[in-house]
C-alpha cells in the first residue's frame, strides 16, 4: 500500500532539509560521538539549523548549565536524557518527537523530565512521546494513540479509552486493547 | 560562526582526542623519513642522477598521511559514526551527505597538509634535502593524488554494512598500499616484479606524480597515472555520494 505523509505541508521525501528545519527528534538509544563534551555536542547541533534556540538558555533550563564542558558519557542516565531534550529543542522545533524519554531513569529523575515537559507544552510546543510506562502516559498526553502490530487500534483521549473498554486503570485498558492480557498467566 | 567551520572544528578536536592519526599520520612519516635518512645519508638516487635518493623519496613520504588518513581514518570514522546511529541522528536534520562527507574530507586534508609540512621540515633541516620542482604544481599534484585517495575511503565508509566489515576492507586496502606503494619501502629498491604489481595500487601512480612534480620533472612521463587518479576521484566520490546510507 502506498502512503503520502505530509507534514506541515511539507512532503519529507522531497524536501527533507526543509521540513527537518522545524522538527525536534530524541531517539531512544543515546548516539554521540566518543569524547565529546556537552558544549560541543550542543554546537554542532545548532549550526546546522537556521535559526536555533540558544543551547546555553536550554541547558540552564535543564539544568545542565553546570556541565557545560562535561564530556556527555559522564553524565548520569537523567541528565543525558535532559541533554538528549535540549538536542532536540535547539532547532526551535513546531514539533517535538520523544522517544521512550523516561526508560531506564529513576523516579526522581523521571518526574524531573515529566515536569519539564509540561513546561514545553504550555508553551505550545506540539510533542509526539512513545512511552511504555501508562502513568506517564496519563499524566502528560492530551491525545493518546495505541498500536498494535504497527497499526492504531485507538486514537483519542485517556478518558475515552478507559470509557470504551471494561477497565478503570489505563494500564489493564492498554492490554484490552491490544489484546495482550491475558499472557500473564502462562 | 559557519556551519561548516563549526563542525570542522569539532570534528577535528574528536579526532585530536581519539590519538591514532596523530601516530599513523604525523608521527609515522617522520619516523620513517629519519630512517631513510639515517640509511641513505646524501646518496644518489641512481649513479650520475643529480637529485639523492632521498630527494627522491619525498614524494612518496609525504603520501603516508594520505593513506593513513584516506583508507584507514575516513572509512573507520563513518562506519564508526553508522553504527553508533550519529548518522541515524543526523538524518532527521536539515544536512545532507555531501556536507558532512565535506567535513570529513576536510579533517583529513588538514592531517596530511600538516605532514607535508612537517616531513619537508625533517628532510631539509636535518639531511639536505633540496626542492627542485615547482612548489604550486606539487601542491596541485599532491591535493589531486589526496582526493582520489580519499574517495576510496569514502566508499568503502559509504558503503560498508558495518564497523567489522569496513575495518577488514580498510586493512586489506591500507598495509598493501603502505608498504608496496613505495610509501614506505621505496619503489626503487623493490625486484621489478614486485614493480609490475605494485603498479596496480592507485597510490603508486600517485607517488610517480608527486616524485616528478618534486623533482622537477616532465609530467607528461605520468600523464597515464594522471588519468587513472582522476578516474579513481570520479568513479570512488560519485559512488560514496550516490550509495551513502544514513543507517
Not at chain 1, 538528549?84 to 523516579?107: H, S, W
Not at chain 1, 485517556?158 to 489493564?172: F, G, H, I, T, W
Not at chain 2, 596496480?200 to 607517488?207: E, K, N, R, S
Request: aromatic residues 12%; charged residues 20%; glycine residues 8%.
Amino acid at each position: 500500500m502506498w502512503c503520502q505523509l505530509f507534514l506541515y505541508h511539507i512532503n519529507p521525501w522531497e524536501n527533507r532539509k526543509q521540513l527537518f528545519e522545524q522538527v525536534g527528534v530524541q531517539f531512544q538509544e543515546s548516539n554521540y560521538p566518543d569524547k565529546i563534551r556537552v558544549r560541543e555536542l550542543c554546537e554542532e547541533t545548532a549550526c546546522l539549523y537556521r535559526q536555533p534556540s540558544s543551547y546555553g538558555e536550554l541547558l540552564q533550563k535543564f539544568g545542565l548549565a553546570d556541565k557545560r564542558e562535561a564530556f556527555v558519557s559522564e553524565l548520569s542516565g537523567g541528565q543525558k536524557q535532559k541533554l538528549f531534550i535540549v538536542l532536540a529543542l535547539i532547532p526551535n522545533p513546531k514539533v517535538a518527537f520523544l522517544d521512550e524519554l523516561t526508560t531506564g531513569l529513576d523516579t526522581k529523575a523521571r518526574r524531573g523530565v515529566w515536569k519539564s515537559l509540561q513546561e514545553l507544552k504550555e508553551q505550545g510546543l506540539t510533542i509526539f512521546l512513545s512511552s511504555h510506562f501508562m502513568d506517564e502516559v496519563e499524566i502528560l498526553c492530551d491525545r493518546i494513540g495505541i498500536l498494535k502490530d504497527g497499526r492504531f487500534v485507538f486514537e483519542g483521549t485517556v478518558q475515552e479509552a478507559v470509557d470504551l473498554s471494561p477497565y478503570e486503570r489505563l494500564e489493564d485498558v492498554y492490554l484490552w486493547f491490544t489484546g495482550e492480557e491475558e499472557t500473564g498467566d502462562e | 560562526m559557519n556551519k561548516f567551520l563549526t563542525m570542522l572544528k569539532t570534528e577535528l578536536k574528536l579526532s585530536f582526542r581519539g590519538m591514532d592519526m596523530i601516530i599513523f599520520a604525523l608521527c609515522m612519516p617522520v619516523v620513517v623519513a629519519t630512517i631513510l635518512g639515517v640509511i641513505y645519508g646524501n646518496r644518489e638516487a641512481i649513479p650520475g642522477a643529480e637529485y639523492s635518493f632521498l630527494e627522491q623519496s619525498f614524494g612518496a613520504l609525504s603520501t603516508i598521511a594520505i593513506c593513513a588518513g584516506g583508507v584507514m581514518g575516513l572509512p573507520l570514522l563513518i562506519s564508526d559514526y553508522r553504527q553508533k546511529k550519529i548518522l541515524k541522528r543526523y538524518k532527521v536534520t536539515p544536512t545532507s551527505p555531501t556536507f558532512l562527507l565535506a567535513v570529513w574530507v576536510a579533517i583529513y586534508a588538514i592531517y596530511s597538509l600538516l605532514s607535508l609540512l612537517i616531513v619537508f621540515g625533517t628532510l631539509s633541516l636535518f639531511f639536505g634535502c633540496r626542492f627542485n620542482g615547482s612548489f604550486g604544481g606539487f601542491l596541485l599534484t599532491y591535493i589531486l593524488v589526496m582526493l582520489s585517495i580519499f574517495s576510496i575511503g569514502l566508499m568503502v565508509g559509504g558503503i560498508a554494512p558495518d564497523m567489522k566489515t569496513a575495518s577488514v576492507i580498510a586493512s586489506i586496502l591500507y598495509f598493501p598500499m603502505l608498504i608496496f606503494s613505495g610509501a614506505t619501502l621505496p619503489y626503487e629498491v623493490m625486484p621489478s616484479v614486485l614493480q609490475k604489481a605494485a603498479d596496480i595500487l592507485p597510490l603508486t601512480q600517485g607517488i610517480k606524480m608527486l616524485k616528478a612534480a618534486s623533482l622537477g620533472l616532465p609530467l607528461e612521463s605520468v600523464w597515464s597515472s594522471i588519468v587513472i587518479m582522476f578516474a579513481f576521484m570520479i568513479i570512488c566520490g560519485g559512488i560514496a555520494v550516490r550509495f551513502f546510507k544514513w543507517e
